[in-house]
């Protein structure tokens, strides 16, 4: 009969192995259970990644776990406060930016998801950020003006604010000030339009990745826009913008030769001519997303395919 060793005789490595499949309130949990489960579960390596987004935990608690459990080891940190909950609690503060910066001088990734930045100045955040999300927060108007003063971001590469629906063209003229960044997700920020696009386009020659889906008031002249700046696209979504018609499309793919993906889904104007016209120029596409783009026949569709048989062309 084959012996099987106690989880608490397993020696010490094992044991970490073990904990790094386990989630931050486990650990906390297993931590009560002896004083060797406590120091391991102290090891930084269980520290690197932190997801915290399962439970909105109150600013009292989230510190309390910034400063006791959370090192220069921190390479990730994820919270989801409040916002579309019942509560009307607020568990971001500049204090708790700080105890994060103090901490964690190493951090490359903030999620800062469902929370309330009314009363958090953008320049709490830590300087060493590479990836910066703000799913679903509150981000006040004008939040980024401090960028025109001073870039307090210097290593940014990723900017995700979708459903930020406070967001609109004068912000991006700050966020413009982010030369570092390489993809930008502006995705349900309704408030955005072209001139926004203009500033982006204008200053962010460096992106890679661009997403201005479910923005409705965006137009052809933001197509334009993007199509003379932004040549190092590689991705490229317009889900559901319902302005663009194949005027723009063919401003927008005649520069982008680097293009991979590109969703067009629900742009109800889009005809042959813009498909053409990106099967054409795009030569490098290799997932174009067509669903629901009614005016184009199956036709259309099969001769695209046939011009472009590298590229996926979905149309679910």
């Excluded at 293009?259 to 042959?272: D, Q």
Aim: one cysteine or more; a positive charge; glycine letters at 4%.
């Amino acid at each position: 009969m084959v012996q099987v060793a106690p989880i608490c005789k397993l020696p010490a490595n094992i044991m970490l192995q073990v904990f790094r499949f386990l989630d931050v309130k486990t650990l906390c949990v297993l931590s009560t259970v002896c004083r060797m489960w406590y120091h391991l579960v102290c090891d930084r390596c269980l520290w690197k990644h932190v997801d915290l987004r399962p439970w909105s935990l109150s600013l009292r608690t989230l510190k309390k776990l910034v400063r006791n459990r959370l090192s220069d080891s921190a390479l990730e940190l994820l919270i989801k406060g409040f916002i579309g909950t019942t509560k009307k609690s607020v568990n971001v503060s500049p204090s708790l930016l700080e105890e994060i910066k103090t901490k964690c001088p190493h951090l490359r990734s903030l999620g800062l998801s469902h929370c309330d930045m009314r009363n958090v100045p953008a320049h709490c955040l830590p300087r060493s950020l590479k990836s910066l999300y703000l799913g679903h927060s509150i981000v006040p108007l004008a939040w980024f003006e401090g960028l025109l003063s001073e870039v307090f971001l210097p290593n940014l590469k990723e900017l995700i604010l979708i459903y930020c629906t406070r967001v609109e063209n004068s912000d991006l003229a700050c966020i413009a000030k982010l030369t570092t960044l390489r993809s930008l997700n502006l995705s349900y920020c309704y408030r955005v339009g072209d001139e926004g696009i203009r500033h982006i386009a204008q200053s962010l020659v460096s992106l890679t990745a661009l997403d201005v889906s479910h923005c409705p008031v965006i137009t052809d002249l933001g197509l334009h826009y993007i199509g003379r700046h932004l040549l190092r696209l590689k991705l490229l979504n317009f889900f559901s913008n319902w302005g663009i018609t194949d005027a723009g499309v063919i401003s927008l793919v005649h520069g982008l030769v680097e293009l991979e993906f590109l969703n067009l889904s629900y742009c109800k104007e889009l005809t042959k001519l813009g498909l053409f016209e990106i099967t054409e120029k795009c030569k490098k596409l290799k997932v174009l997303d067509i669903t629901g783009c009614v005016a184009l026949s199956e036709r259309d569709i099969t001769k695209a395919r046939m011009s472009s048989p590298s590229c996926t062309i979905q149309q679910l």
